[in-house]
């Protein structure tokens, strides 16, 4: 199922420098957040990169992206600039949304990215409409919509398969399953774990992957978005994965032990893929050294850019509460 | 704030004539209060030092508010409710109609005064608190009472006077209450006043104009002896009840210039001599005409007569001020041929109309109470 | 409401009529507008306004859709940041509930969180009010609730014109619109001119002027409104009536300049009194003409209960004409 990932050299190292970009860019939002110029939630994606740089690398830049609240993983694997995104957790002007969002809602037009959505499982009906929308003004285009398993438990998951069924939408459902709901462990919350089972149910063909495993997350992706596109029909990927971090900032994690953390940071796509490269000597010493020293200037720079930005005048809070025009 | 009227709610307090530590006397007049009515002197009924003053001059209080204190107060004079009453005979007749809603509710506390009345009320610089009867909802006072009090020509003048606006409100309010409430019953006598007209030219031939009477001297007294003949005429009906008085105490009524009207009382008026009624009636129709009649005149009738005079018309048919239960009109006296030992003669006549409460008399008493005027009129020297 | 007839030209149609009128004018004029909504294809609509369009738009315009609220309004809120400009039917308020979270939390939200990248040009339609002896889960009136949500433009047209071109205004306006229609006026008959070819979205209607009260209500409290306005003119007392015609925005110049007129105001509305849209025009009021206000504001509100089934009980809970004049009458003549 490989066959059609392009795994050159380059290829390799992009998708570590992918992974390393959001892992870095959230230990810098932690450091922030502990000043205080990051404020309110903060859903770190550590541990899940490789899913999102997996998938989004499935796509092209004509595919939609819905996400959810845990979605700097997604927006910078998209190619989202991390000056705007950094600008927007700090509030600033500058940042994507102009302040407006913050951590949980990214939006960038340019990159059809629709949104960071904190309502689990928000976002799925959202994808019906733009998987519509394209459909029916004669685009190629598939949407990859984000959601965790939590959303599964959501009767808006299930109003949203059946009708991707129905109306056979280029979708691509991705299930991130970290395994837990916040607290909730995925056993404790699922009568039937198996969410590709599930989707089944709405004769919408799916499997499950190692969504520690970039590689095999990319490879997976792909055929299912070619899939996707080809068939005009929705497909149903299950990323199996584990967040390091707690669920957002203040959190005791007493519903899952160290050990347990431990064994899965062993597993853990950043340090797994290396180790792979590595061992195969795909990688240069010097080579991982050019990388990380490329993303931490990258992340200083974004954090100027943020730090730079100034805040939106208040006299402009109403502005778009109704827009005035559609944007074009 | 003593009650001064059945319609007064309110009184604003425009002048004190005392001040704390002096002593008062039951009679004296110890301020002035601005009503509806016009400008009224409030006396006291005690005597003592006057210890406390409670409401300063230009607040406007709800009747029943105590206004001031008097120490040692001794009742020189039984208070008027200590009056003795004839006990009324029982009524039997039961009352079907449920009692009617006061004209006004009785107004306690902050005034209602809507926010468009309240602004115009600036602008046209009419003193809120003179408005007594509101016509809007809860009794508020709106936007149209504002400005029917803004418009009254009387508005200029000092705040001691007659506020013409507001009288008629409270005769449209009396009267009103009188038709909606009271079933009146109507007799009507015509009675020759040969004998009295003489009378009155011989009596009156060799005095001075102060010193002379008016043929309406001799109806009110005529008026008034009668009811002694038929005092269940005289007295208050309220609460469901009709209460005698065996005081004849005789509201005349007076039309102030420019509309309006008035009437205060004559006490006892039935024991005061032609020269003595002249005397009180003079005063009255003066004082009345400046405003400045006391509290006790225009609360104490028992009853009222109404005189139209030589420029009125025949006959008036009077429509009762509540509570009473009775009012008399005298016509224009004028010559009519008349049957006298069945010849036709020219006589000076006039009609004598009985107007009165059926709740407390019937038309029995009626009749004999205007023969009795009748006759009265007919022996001007014994009256 | 129903004007007499001077315009030759004029036609007489249902309000039913008009509302198919409006959306099969919306899908001729724009490829990008497509209908999705509960039985609104095949069935012909649960109210019969859709009747006949799915043969003449076919399935791919004219979408039935499952029992899924939160789903197809959810696609309709996509699908209009994607392009396209759907018009959404939920069968009846109280099935709206059940998309509360997509029209609240995605359609008003994401255009200002979005930092005004995203608009979303959506239509929804619903039907309203009670008088149908459905009992209360159908006979909710909610308009004022959704009227409380910053982002939405709430129409609810109570006149036969206003059912005829409230969409066209609607789908012009880049925001989300949402027109509830009230039960009860689908079969009112009445003539539309044909030299009206447009309605604005924005103001409020005087639908009679008079001087010593203004009775200010919308969609299905209109008629009994002007009922109540002709037998107070029976009376003397010359009633204003006022069609609000739009709960969000609120024609506030309107409701101002009618009060400081007639300085006398019932509101009625057939939400419930508590938190109503009816407290917020009373409210508004008071803030910007309490010194042109000549006696206290009253509101005719439906009863706070759930709409009970039986026929007494349930014309006992919903503003009544008689209702109206009562309080009317009691502001301008107080007893």
Partial sequence: ?328 | MPALGADMEAGTLVEWLVKPGDRVNSGDVIAVVETQKGAIEVEVFQTGVLSDILVPVGERVPVGTVLAQIDGAERATPAPAAEPVITPPPIVAPRKTPPLRAVVAPRVGRLKVTPAARRRAAALNVDIATIVTGSGVEGSIRLADVESAGAAPVRAAAKRGLDLSQMRKAIAAAMSRSKREIPHYYLTETVDLSAASTWIERFNVDKPPVERILPAVLFLKAAALALREQLRLNGAYENDAFVPSSNIHVGWAISLRGGGLIAPAIRDADKKSLAELMGAMRDLVERARRGNLRSSELTSPTVTVTNVGDRGAESVTGIIYPPQVSIVGFGRVVARPWVVDGRIESRPLVTVTLAADHRATDGHIGGLYLAAVARLLQEPEKL | ?335
């Fill in chain 1, 1 to 328: 199922m490989t066959s059609k990932v392009h795994l050159d050299h380059a290829h390799l190292l992009h998708l570590l420098k992918a992974m390393i970009r959001i892992r870095r860019f959230e230990a810098k939002c932690v450091e922030l957040y502990q000043a205080q110029e990051i404020l309110g939630f903060l859903h770190l994606y550590d541990g899940e990169e490789a899913v999102s740089v997996g998938v989004i690398e499935a796509l092209t830049p004509q595919d939609a992206i819905i996400a959810t609240y845990r979605e700097h993983g997604q927006a910078l694997a998209r190619g989202v600039d991390p000056g705007c995104l950094m600008a927007e957790m700090m509030g600033k002007l500058n940042g994507c949304c102009r302040g407006r969002g913050g951590s949980m809602h990214f939006f960038d037009r340019s990159h059809r990215f629709y949104g960071g959505n904190a309502i689990v499982g928000g976002g799925l009906p959202l994808a019906l409409g733009v998987a519509l929308a394209d459909k029916m003004q004669g685009r190629s285009s598939v949407t990859a919509c984000f959601f965790g398993e939590g959303a599964v438990d959501e009767g808006e998951f299930h109003e949203t398969l059946n009708l991707a069924k129905l109306w056979r939408l280029p979708i691509l459902f991705v299930c991130e399953n970290n395994r837990y709901s916040m607290g909730m462990a995925v056993e404790r919350a699922e009568a039937d774990i198996d969410f590709v089972h599930k989707a089944s149910g709405y004769r919408i063909a799916g499997e499950k992957v190692d969504g520690m495993d970039v590689v095999a997350v990319e490879s997976a992706a792909k055929n299912a978005v070619d899939r996707v596109r080809s068939d005009s029909e929705p497909y149903f990927l299950e990323c199996q994965t584990y967040r390091f971090r707690a669920h957002s900032m203040f959190d005791a994690q007493l519903y899952r032990s160290k050990d347990e953390v431990e064994e899965w940071r062993k597993k853990g796509p950043i340090l797994r893929f290396r180790t792979w490269l590595e061992a195969n000597r795909l990688i240069k010493a010097e080579e991982l050294s050019t990388i990380e020293e490329a993303v931490e200037k990258e992340i200083a720079a974004a954090v100027a850019f943020a730090a730079a930005g100034g805040l939106e005048p208040v006299s402009e809070i109403d502005r778009f509460v109704t827009m005035e025009a559609i944007p074009s």
């Fill in chain 3, 1 to 335: 409401m129903s004007a007499p007839q001077t315009n030759p030209t004029a036609t007489r149609i249902t309000y039913r009529e008009a509302c198919k009128q409006a959306l099969r004018e919306a899908l001729l004029a724009d490829s990008r507008v497509f209908l999705m909504g509960e039985d609104i294809g095949r069935y012909g609509g649960c109210y019969a306004v859709t009747k006949g369009l799915l043969k003449e738009f076919g399935e791919e315009r004219i979408r039935d859709t499952p029992l899924s609220e939160s789903a197809f309004v959810g696609a309709g809120v996509g699908a209009a940041m994607a392009g396209m400009r759907p018009i959404v039917e939920i069968m009846t308020v109280n099935f709206s509930l059940l998309a509360l979270d997509q029209i609240l939390n995605n359609a008003v939200t994401i255009p200002h969180m979005s930092g005004g990248q995203f608009a979303i040009p959506l239509v929804i339609r619903m039907a309203t009010g009670g008088g149908r002896r459905v009992a209360a889960q159908h006979s909710r009136s909610l308009e004022g609730w959704y009227a409380h949500i910053p982002g939405l433009r709430i129409l609810t047209p109570a006149t036969v014109e206003d059912a005829r071109f409230m969409l066209k205004g609607a789908l012009a306006d880049p925001n989300p619109v949402i027109i509830f229609e009230h039960v009860m006026l689908y079969n009112m008959e009445s003539d539309l001119s044909s030299d009206v070819t447009e309605v604005d979205i924005a103001r409020a209607m005087t639908h009679r002027p008079g001087r010593d009260v203004s009775l200010i209500t919308y969609g299905g409290s209109l008629s009994k409104a002007l009922q109540a306005a002709d037998a107070l003119a029976a009376d003397g007392i010359e009633a204003e009536v006022i069609d609000l015609r739009v709960l969000r925005p609120l024609d506030t110049k309107a409701i101002l300049e009618s009060v400081s007129k007639t300085r006398r105001c019932v509101i009625i509305d057939e939400g419930w009194r508590s938190g109503s849209i009816s407290a917020e025009i009373g409210m508004r009021i008071v803030e910007e003409a309490f010194f042109e206000l000549d006696a206290p504001l009253r509101r005719v509100c439906s009863r706070e209960v759930p709409i009970p089934y039986a026929a007494h009980l349930e014309d006992a809970c919903l503003p009544q004409t008689a209702t109206i004049v009562a309080a009317a009458r009691e502001l301008v003549r107080p007893t």
